[in-house]
């Protein structure tokens, strides 16, 4: 009967084309017989022009089944917001919506460019992997997490390098007294940076969040499941960008009040309405103290934007032979990819606060961790200058300090130097006060030393240098792309497009395998990498129709790592 009135109705071509497959599907493999699960491609009207659709579960259609309510054209079944979990009982997989031609596919308005190389890995290729030991101890966690997942997700995996990551806790809560009285002398942490996406902002760029149904971009559809990202990596420090002040003041503070975190906020200067968030569990932590940080200077033209950042300095409440501390620093440098000059002296004017809070009483640095978005990817010099500790910037484009642009449209030199003497801050990246005072004892103990008769000595003045360092030299957590296929990782995704700009930094511990050798002297002691929440490609991330979606409510990934805090001998 459905066959005759499909042959004879006057439904439009393409819907009896649709049935046509339906029946076709019935006489071959008993689709829509009764009780039958489904495990073959249901064949919809939509692009290509007939896209498939596999359905990753059986699922049975032989209770409350009927047919689609969508006969007209094909632009009114687009629009008609249907999904296919309206007409299943229990399937985890819905349609994507038009953005998404077809699973796998990137939506017509976000073709990238991609390399030759896809991930087709299987889950029990990745089992295998789990349990190989690389050189570096390098082993992806089958934990809990990895194996649920909601409707729309996609897993990230906990990569470890140490037997003794956090992914292992839950075993060694069944060890005996004996073990646990041992762990204690350690102090292991994890520390997340995550940019959350400002509703001001999101607001002001729709144009980057076309691919995103509207009611997806909404405050309250987006907090709580922001809230539960943070509920379920449980850190136990948070580096948050994007925080909203109003938003902050009625929700967020109180939230992660309620799960045991003391916040610490800086809002961005002038009429900008977010900041940065630092909080930390106080079950692990107790402030030292804690350092605003303004890139704003009224008098000084180079520096007029309104970004800031946050200092904090912890100290570990577990119980030790010395009074360790632990530096935490989070940024949100200025985007602007056509500005490299005021990107470089804002993360000079940061790591001269840094370098002012984390000193310890015998002359070393306490650890630091650096986080952020930095807006500059991997490899630019601006991500060189953080994790060498030094850069020639003579001659450099002011437009390619960042990376953000294949070709970038800002070809002016950057002066030399880049800032002001009024600034107070060195081409060493501290603030020249002190600075000043070491090169006074110095000059002192020469003067001391020197003969009576010695004749006086006239230095001509140096020639300005264009060279920059800083004190501090730092891994990264992250490598920035996927061993296996060296495809890159992104942080964020959104229409324009999928970089990776948000980063962990910190000062390495001689022994972390992790990280690179050759720590400075400086740091007797530091961190030890145990592991982190492996981070996405492009390709993996559109699968889902991109940032934000469903279950991912900001444009950017949270970044997590575990540490664990070397004490110096």
Known sequence: MLKYYLRHSMLPRHVQRLGRDWIAHRNGSQVLGLNSPISSCLRW??????????LPVPVDFSANWRLPPFFGPWRQFQNSNWQLENFTQSSCFHLPYPSMKSEGEEPSTKKRRLGSQCDTSTPEEETRVSNEKEPLCLSVAQDEEKHTSKKGTVKRHWEYFCQHSRTMKILEKKETDQSNTESEAKFDFTVMSYNILSQNLLEDNSHLYKHCRQRLLIWTYRFPNILQEIKQLDADVLCLQEVQEDHYRTEIKSSLESLGYHCEYKMRTGR????????????????ISSKPVEFFRRDIPLLDRDNV???????????????????IANTHLLYNPRRGDIKLTQLAILLAEIASVAPQKDGTFCPVILCGDFNSVPGSPLYRFIK??????????????????QFPRGQRILPIPIWPKKLGISQNCVYEIKQQQKEEKAEEKMEAAKPDNAQKIV???EKLSSKLQHHFKLSSVYSHYVPETGIPEVTTCHSRSAVTVDYIFYSAANDDTAARPGAEDSFRGGLKLLGRLALLTEKDIWTVNGLPNENNSSDHLPLLAEFRLIERK
């Open 45 to 54: 009207a939509g692009h290509s022009p007939w896209a498939s659709f596999p």
């Open 272 to 287: 900008k309405p977010d900041g940065c968030a630092t909080c930390f569990k106080t079950s692990k932590f107790s402030l």
């Open 309 to 327: 950042g946050l200092v904090l300095l912890l100290r570990p409440k577990f119980h030790c032979k010395t009074n360790a501390a632990i530096c």
């Open 388 to 405: 060498e500790g030094k850069l020639n910037y003579e001659g450099l484009a002011i437009g390619k300090v960042s990376g953000q642009e």
């Open 459 to 461: 230095i001509a003045p």
